[in-house]
């Protein structure tokens, strides 16, 4: 079955350090891969996405990701992380040619920020 | 512009009860898919509709599970006879093309449902 495995379920970090959330994904078939955010109390709102252009995929709100065959990862980064990033973080997969392109979700990391 | 709208926001139904939940999509938008979040977890995929077409129903958790989008636009999640373990956030998603990996789906704000 395809899926994907978020590695940490709570990362904490101090403000203005760097954010480092880590996914893999299973490779049966070439993925397209997101992030999504989750605010409490808010909708589901996209990141950034891979589709098999450039393998370093710029976002919203300073956050980037890389995609990494070799690795079959998808980790999300941000340089330096703001009170306002604490939410609950998706790693999501997509396969065209298998799943009809829904989308199946990790469990979530919820990045905690420190002043 | 309008997103994706759900209502009720929040649905309590004792054990046995019928419920529907709404999901208004983006105008135009052609695909549209029900997921299911219980608490904790990621959302996990219910259903796609293809304009009125129910192209996968794959994740419907029982066959109390009903879901149905009659004229390619507004959809209905129905479940019937509900038990405890209905319990969960009820997410609809749409996009506006084909279903193929890399169409954005927009998120509703989704439906809590408890169930007592």
């Known amino acids: 079955a395809q899926s994907v495995t978020q590695l940490d379920s709570h990362v904490s970090v101090s403000e203005g350090t760097p954010v480092l959330l880590r996914c893999n994904y299973s490779?049966?078939?070439?993925?397209?891969l997101f992030w999504y955010v989750q605010h409490p109390n808010k909708g589901l709102q996209l990141l950034l996405k891979y589709t098999s252009a450039a393998t370093l995929v710029k976002g919203i709100n300073g956050f980037e990701a890389e995609f990494k065959k070799s690795e079959t990862s998808f980790h999300l980064t941000k340089p330096s992380a703001h009170m306002s990033d604490a939410a609950e973080y998706f790693c999501?997969?997509?396969?065209?040619?298998?799943?009809?392109?829904?989308?199946?979700f990790g469990q979530g990391t919820e990045l905690s920020v420190k002043p | 512009g309008a997103g994706v709208s759900q209502s009720p926001r929040y649905k309590v139904a004792k054990r046995g009860q019928d419920v529907a939940l709404r999901c208004d999509p983006i105008s135009g938008h052609v695909s549209l898919f029900w997921y299911q979040q219980a608490l904790g977890q990621g959302p996990e995929f219910l259903t796609y509709f293809q304009n009125e077409a129910q192209l996968d129903k794959s994740g419907l958790p029982s066959d109390r599970f009903f879901a149905e989008r009659p004229e390619g636009s507004v959809s209905t999640l129905k479940i019937q006879r509900t038990q405890q373990e209905d319990s969960a956030v009820y997410l609809c998603a749409s996009s506006y093309g084909l279903a193929g990996g890399e169409d954005e789906q927009y998120f509703g704000p989704g439906t809590r449902l408890t169930v007592t």
């Open positions: 490779s049966s078939y070439s993925p397209s």
């Open positions: 999501v997969v997509s396969y065209l040619y298998n799943q009809g392109g829904k989308l199946i």
